[in-house]
Structures are given as structure tokens and as C-alpha cells.
């Protein structure tokens, strides 16, 4: 018979209760999410009158001391620094085996740190993406169906295989009241790597490009065009500026490679050089219909 100081903690946590750290976009959409499919919602926000206006038809409580217990899943919807704060402080209270997840778009430095905190207690950290949002951001913009058909980035748990699969069908279930349409796992180097060229450098390119002096005189000139490449240009600076220096080193590479890529452009077009830049156009145009037949 096994000692009774070695069995397992007992969990705290009411079935189905969450608790959503920051009411932004992304932690306001989980919330609305998970209130519209009839679950139980705690929250904590750094500005306490977002946190009263959920409360007044979304959030069922303040997450604190007493109710972080409570809760089978946490979602971690803050900026990098604040979601590896908020766990350095209050992972001693979360449920002996819930779920802990962040929606950081970076994965290497918030994996790194959140499960090293993590060791040893008995609860799980997954480290999770959610592709999906808008230009806008804050508790106003959040709704329901944001994350319905997105994909869902998972950067599975260090433990043995069945334990691991165990886990993510419970997160799965989880988190079925968000309508995720794919569940799609990478390690926290790969996510870093791809999500570099297929998200980050998309905001630099399309901030950048409206510092054109043009850009002040477009309007009766532009259509789906300009509105496709500026819709990211309308960003959340600080959050931003966080993501990219948390990911600077693959951010960096793909901006080396557009460079060079657009310096290719203006060399043909300053030489008038019209087979070479026919050559460049036809290469792109080759490699998106590749892409799109994937």
C-alpha cells in the first residue's frame, strides 16, 4: 500500500469553472466564450472598472485568493511579462490538477519560465496561441465567436506520453465552448520560428508601410489593396514592441529576407530592368498559387 504522504493532492477546483487573467481581446473573448456556454466565470483585470463592466452580463466573480482554488482551467490572457508576473505570484493557489494556459504569441521565454515555475506543483501549464483576433483590442471589441474555426497553437507538456495525451483531450474539452476548428501542436522553438514570418513580420511590414507620406492622401485612390496590407498597421504598440523582442532573433531574420526581397524590386525597377522584374513578379506570383494548393 502506498504511503498516504506520497498520494496525490486533492482538487479544489468546481468542474467547468475558469478564471481569465486580463479582460483585453483575447482574455475578454474567452470570457465571453465560456459565460455564453452557461460555465462560470472568474476574472482579474489590472484596470478594475473593465473588470465591474464584465461582471455587469459576463464574469460571475473577482479571481483572487479565494477563488483561483476553484478553477479547472486558467487562461493567462496578459501581455508576456504580466502572464509570467501573475503565475510567479499565484501558482502556489491554483487547483491540484487544473489546467493553466497563456494566449502569449510567443512561446519560447513564456514556456521557459512558466514551467519552471510550475515544476513540482501539482497543477499543468500548457503553453497555447490562439490564431485568431483583429486590429482593434479591449474588453469592448472581445465577443464570443471570436475564436470560432480559428487554429489553436499547443506547445504540449514535458510529462510521459499518456499522461500528456490525457491532458490535452481534457484541455480540448475544455475548451470546446470557444469552437476552435483546429488543434495543431509545435514546440515552443518551432511556434517561435513560423509564427515570425506568418504574423509578426505582417505587422512590421504593414506599420511600416503606412509611413509613406502618401499615406496621407490615399483616400479616394485606394481599395481592397491598401486595405489588406494597413488593416494590421493599427496595433497595440506595447504589446507588440513585447513580442517582438521576445522573439527578436527570428522577427530579425525574416525582415533581413523581405529587405533583400524588395531591394531586388527596386534594383530592376531603378535599371528599368523589365525581364528581371517580370522574373521577381512571376517568382512570387509562382510561389503563392504553390502555397495556396497545400
Not at 479582460?23 to 484596470?47: D, H, I, P, Y
Not at 509564427?195 to 509611413?211: C, D, E, G, P, R
Not at 493599427?234 to 504589446?239: D, G, K, Q, T
Not at 530579425?252 to 525581364?275: F, N, R
Request: include cysteine.
Amino acid at each position: 500500500m502506498a504511503d498516504e504522504k506520497d498520494a496525490a493532492p486533492e482538487s479544489t477546483f468546481v468542474p467547468g469553472r475558469c478564471g481569465v487573467v486580463s479582460l483585453g481581446l483575447m482574455g475578454g473573448s474567452f470570457a465571453k466564450a465560456f459565460a455564453a456556454a452557461g460555465a462560470e466565470v472568474f476574472a482579474w483585470n489590472r484596470t478594475r472598472s473593465t473588470l465591474e463592466l464584465a461582471m455587469i452580463e459576463t464574469v460571475t466573480g473577482e479571481l483572487d485568493e479565494s477563488t483561483i482554488p476553484t478553477c479547472e482551467l486558467i487562461v493567462l490572457a496578459g501581455y508576456p511579462a504580466s502572464t509570467i508576473e501573475w503565475l510567479e505570484r499565484y501558482a502556489p493557489l491554483v487547483s491540484p490538477g487544473a489546467i493553466v494556459i497563456d494566449t502569449v504569441g510567443v512561446k519560447r521565454v513564456i514556456c521557459e519560465r512558466c514551467e519552471a515555475l510550475c515544476a513540482g506543483l501539482p497543477f499543468t501549464f500548457v503553453g497555447c496561441h490562439p490564431m485568431a483576433g483583429t486590429q482593434f483590442s479591449g474588453f469592448a471589441h472581445a465577443r464570443a465567436t471570436m475564436f470560432k474555426g480559428a487554429p489553436m497553437v499547443v506547445v504540449p507538456p514535458k510529462m510521459d506520453d499518456l499522461a500528456r495525451a490525457s491532458v490535452l483531450e481534457r484541455l480540448k474539452e475544455l475548451l470546446a465552448p470557444c469552437g476552435f476548428g483546429s488543434f495543431t501542436l509545435a514546440t515552443a522553438a518551432e511556434h517561435d520560428r513560423v509564427i515570425a514570418y506568418t504574423s509578426q513580420l505582417a505587422h512590421v511590414v504593414s506599420n511600416a508601410y503606412v509611413k509613406s507620406p502618401t499615406a496621407r492622401s490615399h483616400k479616394g485612390f485606394s481599395a481592397g489593396s491598401y486595405k489588406d496590407l494597413t488593416r494590421v498597421a493599427r496595433l497595440n504598440a506595447p504589446m507588440w514592441t513585447e513580442l517582438f523582442l521576445d522573439n527578436a532573433d527570428n522577427l530579425s531574420a525574416e525582415l533581413g529576407c523581405v529587405i533583400e526581397s524588395l531591394q531586388a524590386y527596386k534594383d530592376a525597377i531603378d535599371a528599368a530592368d523589365a525581364d528581371r522584374l517580370e522574373a521577381l513578379l512571376a517568382e512570387g506570383d509562382r510561389i503563392k498559387r504553390e502555397v495556396e494548393a497545400r
